[in-house]
């Protein structure tokens, strides 16, 4: 049974840092492009980044210069450092792999977790 298991999440103030992580397990998705979507509260899920099988990356606009996405692969684990933080970034963030290993917008992911809370405070 493939499960992605986000944690990290918690209550942060704003300005400050969080990194999530997400481990695999199940199966391996080194070849695999991964990525994280969140969902704020009353909003529709959103696309935050992507990391293709070969590191490259994506990132919405609204998280670019503040948000890295990096993998390894030894430990079938996918991160989402998470800096300079912001109340609008209040969201369940939610870890996700395609079973290709690229990933473009508006690709549907494969796989997802079951989210991990992240609660900015003003």
């Known amino acids: 049974q493939v499960q992605l298991v986000e944690s990290g999440g918690g209550l942060v103030q704003a300005g400050g840092s969080l990194r999530l992580s997400c481990v695999a397990s199940g199966r391996t998705f080194t070849r695999n492009a991964m990525g994280w979507f969140r969902q704020g509260p009353g909003k529709e899920r959103e696309f935050v980044a992507a990391i293709s099988w070969n590191s490259g990356t994506t990132y919405a606009d609204s998280v670019k210069g503040r948000f890295t996405i990096s993998r390894d692969n030894a430990k079938d684990t996918v991160y989402l450092q998470m800096s300079s933080l912001k109340p609008e970034d209040t969201a369940v963030y939610y870890c996700?792999?395609?079973?290709?290993?690229?990933?473009?917008?508006?690709?549907?992911?494969?796989?997802w977790g079951e989210g991990t809370l992240v609660t900015v405070s003003s």
């Open positions: 996700a792999a395609r079973t290709t290993p690229y990933y473009r917008p508006g690709d549907v992911m494969n796989y």
